[in-house]
């Protein structure tokens, strides 16, 4: 299930309009609605701890679908091989992390950062190579 669907059905599981869940949550209606249709997936801990806690459910029951997410907008933005890139990403990150004493909170912003410097990555060397190309024309 996308976080989408599942942020929507947890709503009306519960009875709440996306006016009472942004009240709840201390987010605007617009950003549940934006969440709900797909157009974005926060990205940052403490929004998904807000939800959750609205919600009154644990966090990492949304956080899988987050990273599912990038993962599925990692393919659809660069194909099969970017969304391979992500998902060893998104393991090799959680290995650094296993066993450690670091905080959930910072563990899920670490997360988040790292998959901000991905995206910025794959944006700038997709800008390098068509200036590359256009230098050799």
Same mark, same amino acid.
């Given at each position: 299930?996308?976080?989408?669907?599942?942020?929507?059905?947890?709503? =009306? /599981? /519960? +009875?709440?309009t996306q006016a009472q869940l942004a009240e709840k949550a201390e987010l605007s209606r617009r950003t549940i609605n934006h969440y709900e249709n797909g157009f974005s997936v926060p990205n940052r801990a403490i929004i998904l701890e807000k939800l959750a806690k609205a919600l009154e459910? @644990? =966090?990492?029951?949304?956080? #899988?679908?987050?990273?599912e997410e990038f993962i599925k907008q990692a393919k659809k933005k660069y194909g099969a091989r970017g969304a391979a890139e992500a998902e060893q990403l998104l393991a090799e990150v959680s290995g650094l992390f296993? +066993? +450690? @004493? *670091?905080? #959930?909170? #910072? *563990?899920?912003?670490m997360m988040r950062a790292i998959q901000d410097a991905y995206w910025i990555a794959k944006q700038k060397n997709r800008e390098k190579s068509a200036h590359a190309e256009k230098s050799q024309m």
């Open positions: 299930m996308t976080f989408a669907r599942k942020l929507k059905t947890l709503r =009306k /599981q /519960q +009875g709440l459910i @644990e =966090k990492s029951f949304l956080l #899988d679908d987050v990273e296993a +066993g +450690g @004493e *670091m905080a #959930d909170a #910072d *563990m899920d912003e």
